[in-house]
């Protein structure tokens, strides 16, 4: 789900070799001013006296070189689809001795959808001349589709889906155009 990738240490100075020979030209300093000045301390003070030299060293070389620690980050979440089913009173008409309604109801409860909705967020809207997530809050005398987009557009703007399925007979009889609202 989250995951780090591509973590890569780069550094930002421009003469990367100056710096490392201070580097090398620092650490003999210090081993040299180590053995030179090296009072009676007891023998715990001297290993932490050498410690922090070391470590006085490499904060200074960490200083000069400037390092960039840089990596991507991933976010992975199932595909979103938000379908549109037609619910206007067209659908009713029968072709075939099926009705629209019926052609549809069957495509919802094949083995194709079902493995869709497996792998896939899918979110249902109902429309006729308006927008609504139950079928039964629908107007089913017209068919407005620019509307329908324009409201789902609107219902989305937070969280858009990855993908629109818009299962309908394809006659808009009200309402702004549905080419135009689909440009926009």
């Given at each position: 789900?989250?995951?780090?990738?591509?973590?890569?240490?780069?550094?930002?100075t421009h003469?990367?070799?100056?710096?490392?020979?201070?580097?090398?030209?620092?650490?003999?300093?210090a081993?040299?001013?180590?053995?030179?000045t090296n009072?009676?301390?007891?023998?715990?003070?001297?290993?932490?006296?050498?410690?922090?030299?070391?470590?006085a060293v490499?904060?200074?070389?960490?200083?000069?070189?400037?390092?960039?620690?840089?990596?991507n980050?991933?976010?992975?979440?199932?595909?979103?689809i938000s379908?549109?089913l037609?619910?206007?009173?067209?659908?009713?008409?029968?072709?075939?001795?099926?009705?629209?309604?019926?052609r549809l109801?069957?495509?919802?409860?094949?083995?194709?959808?079902?493995?869709?909705k497996g792998t896939t967020?899918?979110?249902i809207?109902?429309?006729?001349d308006?927008?609504?997530?139950?079928?039964?809050?629908?107007?089913?005398?017209?068919?407005?589709?620019?509307d329908?987009?324009d409201a789902?557009?609107?219902?989305e703007?937070?969280?858009?889906?990855?993908l629109?399925?818009?299962?309908?007979d394809?006659?808009?009889?009200?309402?702004?155009?549905?080419?135009?609202?689909?440009?926009?």
């Open positions: 789900m989250l995951g780090l990738k591509h973590l890569s240490l780069d550094f930002l003469v990367p070799v100056l710096v490392w020979l201070a580097l090398i030209g620092l650490l003999a300093l081993i040299l001013l180590y053995y030179r009072p009676p301390l007891p023998k715990y003070l001297r290993i932490l006296m050498g410690v922090l030299r070391v470590v490499l904060a200074l070389a960490a200083a000069l070189l400037e390092p960039v620690l840089s990596y980050r991933e976010f992975e979440r199932p595909r979103r379908i549109l037609d619910q206007s009173a067209s659908m009713e008409k029968v072709e075939s001795e099926k009705s629209r309604t019926a109801d069957s495509l919802l409860s094949s083995d194709a959808y079902a493995r869709l967020e899918i979110q809207y109902y429309f006729g308006n927008l609504a997530e139950s079928s039964d809050k629908v107007r089913e005398d017209r068919t407005a589709l620019g329908v987009i789902l557009k609107t219902k703007m937070t969280q858009p889906a990855d629109w399925m818009l299962m309908t394809g006659r808009s009889n009200a309402g702004r155009a549905p080419l135009e609202a689909a440009r926009g």
